[in-house]
Structure formats: C-alpha cells, structure tokens
C-alpha cells in the first residue's frame, strides 16, 4: 500500500514539478532583455496584435517567439498602442509589453526657429519624413483650413519647439503654432502701451518681425522697437533693410545695393511710409513684447557694430558718424 501511494505520489509530483519549471522558464523569458547590443526603434503598426508583434520583434533580431511569447498574450493580454516604441538596452519583454500597452511612444521635437520665413518653415515641415500628411501649396487654402481666412501665413506661427509623434500631420503642428501665436499675440495686445501707434494686432504682429530680424540681443529688442515706433509717430519712413530684402525675395543675392533701397515695393520702408504690407519673419515671444511695450527715449537711429549689437542716435549727425564708423570703417576706432 505504501509503494502504491508512493508510486502515486511521484506520479503527480512530475507534472507539478515539471510545470513549476516551465512556469520558471516563461518568468525568465518574461524578464529576459530583448535588446543587449543597444537601443532599437519599434513600429507598431495600427491593427497588429500579439503573434504580429512577435514576427515584428523576431525580424529585428530580438526575440525568437516560441510558446512563451504565445502564452505571454494570452496571460497578459496586452492592449498593443500603434506607435514608434523606442526599446532602450536592457529592456525585458515584460517591461516592453507594458510600455506599448501604456502607448508610450517616441516623442520627437521640431523648432521653429525666431526669425524664420514662412517659406523656411514649409521647407522644414516638408523635408521632414516623421511628420505625415502633405500641405496645400497655395498658402491661402492652408491659412483657410488653419481658420485664418483671408490671412498670409507669414508671422503667423510661433517660435516654438514642438513635440510630435512619428505620423502626426504637418497640418496639426502648424496649427498649434498658429494657435499658440494667436494666443501669444492676443495677450501682447491687450497688455500694450495705449500711446502705442497701431490700430490692430496684426500690425503689432508686422512690427515684431522687423524687430525679430533687426536684432537678436535681448536687450536692444525694446530700444529697436521704440526708434520704429517714434518713426512711426513723426510720419518718418521706418528705412530698415530687412524690409527691402523680404521685398526681393529669391533675387537677393546677399548683398543690399542702393538700387535695392530706390526699388519700390509693398514691402521697402525706404519709398514707402508706415509699416510694409505683411510681417517679414515668424516673430518671437520677446519681439511681440517688445513690440507692445517699446522702451521710451529719444533716439530715431541705429546701427550695427558688426558683433551683433547696436549703436543707436539722436540725431541724423550722430549717426553719419556711426555709420562712417562701423560700415564705412573711417572715424575713430575704425570699421568693425
């Protein structure tokens, strides 16, 4: 009786044993890295379940799906998330499970940067092959499907750095950027100086993008823009250059001839008075604010050193000299 029970014993003692392995085996497999030679981009592809997913793996060369793998769908039942998955070194299948299921994609960024065109930005969005979708070439239907109907898009879309997700639409990033300049604009607007000489935003919005191209010292944003502004107040033609080379367009060759300046179009401050007919550049936070709120003074003239800063004048005297200073290289302390 006793060998009986013995030999009854043993008899169900294997397949427990033998199942306390296996089980072992599959939370080893479960915790196992799937990538020890270096990180790895994942594409999860809409609709793809368990068994896909592990063809998808196996092509990279990190996992070889056998009855494990099989047995981890049907025991974790992963909610798989479409998506760029980034498997960073050391990652175990567990962990890798749970981060598709969590949707935990690759994250990438896009800067617009200050001082952009619009034609620099469309370059960078279309050259781009994470972002999906195509933009309209004519710049009104892509401004009419932003809801800005009857608007240009240049000065429209804040300098920003954007984060996106493998496949998200160009379309979707820009009209974040142009929600994100409205908002911008909006609060600038409101905030501004009453004496300020504009009647609407999009004016502010034109003024901030010569201030964005005129200089990029944070600290002369509010001098430059309060030489424009008092311009603005004398009837004094505004005479910034960025203007005039917006105007020229694909034709500048990088050098600003005197014709240039004598060449009349809606956008030279040099035949023409007031503000040109559209912003020249995406304009930044600082420059709309600068814009709203110029710092108060007296000067009505600027130019550049040659290192990035400004040496601003009263008078049309002061600044001759400067000029034959710092462009013309004659005066004391020579051209720089």
């Not at 100086?193 to 935003?201: H, K, N, Y």
């Amino acid at each position: 009786m006793k060998r009986l029970l013995l030999a009854i014993a043993f008899l169900i003692a294997i397949p427990v044993l033998a199942g306390l392995w296996l089980w072992q085996d599959f939370e080893r497999f479960l915790d196992r890295p799937v990538n020890p030679g270096g990180p790895v981009q994942l594409w999860v592809s809409p609709g793809m379940g368990h068994g896909a997913l592990g063809r998808e793996l196996s092509r990279l060369g990190l996992l070889q799906p056998d009855w494990r793998w099989r047995l981890s769908g049907r025991i974790l039942e992963p909610a798989l998330r479409s998506g760029e998955y980034r498997i960073e070194t050391g990652t175990s299948i567990r962990r890798l499970l749970a981060k598709i299921e969590r949707g935990d994609v690759v994250r990438h960024r896009l800067t617009i940067v200050e001082g952009w065109t619009f034609a620099e930005l469309r370059h960078a969005l279309t050259r781009d092959s994470r972002l999906g979708g195509e933009l309209p070439r004519d710049d009104r239907e892509l401004m009419n499907l932003l809801d800005c109907h009857e608007c240009l898009p240049e000065g429209w879309f804040l300098p920003e750095t954007y984060f996106f997700v493998r496949q998200d639409g160009a379309l979707d990033l820009l009209r974040r950027a142009h929600q994100a300049m409205q908002e911008v604009l909006d609060k600038a607007w409101q905030q501004r100086d009453p004496e300020l000489p504009l009647d609407t935003p999009y004016e502010l919005l034109i003024l901030a993008s010569i201030i964005e191209r005129e200089t990029g010292q944070a600290a002369e944003r509010d001098r430059v823009a309060g030489v424009f502004v008092r311009r603005l107040n004398i009837g004094m033609r505004l005479q910034t250059d960025p203007t005039v080379i917006y105007g020229l367009d694909e034709s500048f060759d990088g050098r600003l001839r005197r014709v240039h300046l004598r060449t009349d179009h809606p956008w030279n401050t040099y035949t023409r008075h007031g503000l040109p007919l559209t912003p020249i550049a995406l304009p930044g936070r600082a420059s709309i604010e600068a814009a709203a709120r110029p710092a108060d003074g007296t000067e009505l003239y600027f130019v550049s050193r040659g290192d990035g800063s400004h040496h601003f004048s009263d008078t049309l005297a002061e600044h001759n000299a400067a000029v034959n200073r710092y462009i013309r290289g004659r005066g004391q302390g020579g051209g720089q």
